[in-house]
């Protein structure tokens, strides 16, 4: 117990440190910038919909700055279909927010390698208290379809060819749901709003993206 919580206490110093060397060195460095960021408002560049992975950084994969990116992340990256209701929706409000108030004219959906939510998708971990997790394993249910369609299309194949080819199904299915929101389909359509499928990949730091007349994931 003793070792857990000087584990705990080591973690958050080395947070609040972080932080110490930010304020000293990083905003001074960009103090300017965030200024004018506050004086002017914000501008992105792109909406970038990530997986809350910790080891998928949107900022340092982009080495973006400070006002380029308007980010959401969450579990697998996905994007929930629209739904004509006023009941709580993180990711949608987000996908709304950029497209109808910021004017973002690029949507980037960022797949990885090795996906925990993909994953458990195949491999569902053992829970012994479903109301623990009751949200995420709802949640799940967004790549259950790109699981499937894998399952149908290599069934014989290792699990781990399943998996990656079900993360980079999974970011198309993503592309299709945004199309289901009456703003982002408007302005699709009017060439003035572009969705973009992306892939990273942890180990070795490569993009891909979709390429949709090919139907394939080509270096970006």
């Known amino acids: ?31 300017e910038r965030f200024k004018a960021l506050v004086e002017d408002g914000q501008n992105p560049k792109a909406l970038f919909i990530g997986c809350s992975d910790s080891r998928v950084v ?31 929706h993180a990711t949608a409000a987000a996908i709304e927010y950029a497209v109808s108030v910021l004017q973002v004219n690029d949507i980037i959906v960022c797949g990885h390698s090795h996906c925990g939510a993909i994953s458990a998708l195949f491999e569902p971990p053992k ?6 997790v009751i949200h995420t394993l709802k949640w799940l249910e967004l790549g259950k ?23 980079k199904l999974s970011v198309i299915f993503q592309l299709e749901n945004l199309l289901t ?22 180990e070795n730091g490569t993009i891909s993206y979709y390429n949709e007349i090919e139907d394939k994931f080509e270096p970006l």
């Open 181 to 202: 929101y009456p703003e982002v389909k408007k302005r699709v359509f009017e060439k003035n709003l572009f969705l973009h499928g992306w892939y990273y990949e942890i």
């Open 127 to 132: 829970i012994t208290n479903r109301q623990e």
């Open 145 to 167: 379809d790109a699981k499937d369609q894998v399952e149908k299309i290599i069934p014989h194949e290792h699990i781990e060819v399943k998996k990656e080819a079900a993360q």
């Open 58 to 88: 949107p900022e340092i994969i982009m080495n973006s700055q400070p006002g380029d990116l308007f980010i959401t992340r969450n579990i697998g990256n996905f994007v929930p279909p629209f739904k004509d209701d006023e009941d709580f």
């Open 1 to 31: 117990m003793e070792d857990s919580l000087g584990t705990m206490k080591e973690n958050i110093n080395a947070l609040k440190s972080g932080y110490r060397s930010f304020k000293e060195f990083g905003f001074k460095a960009n103090e």
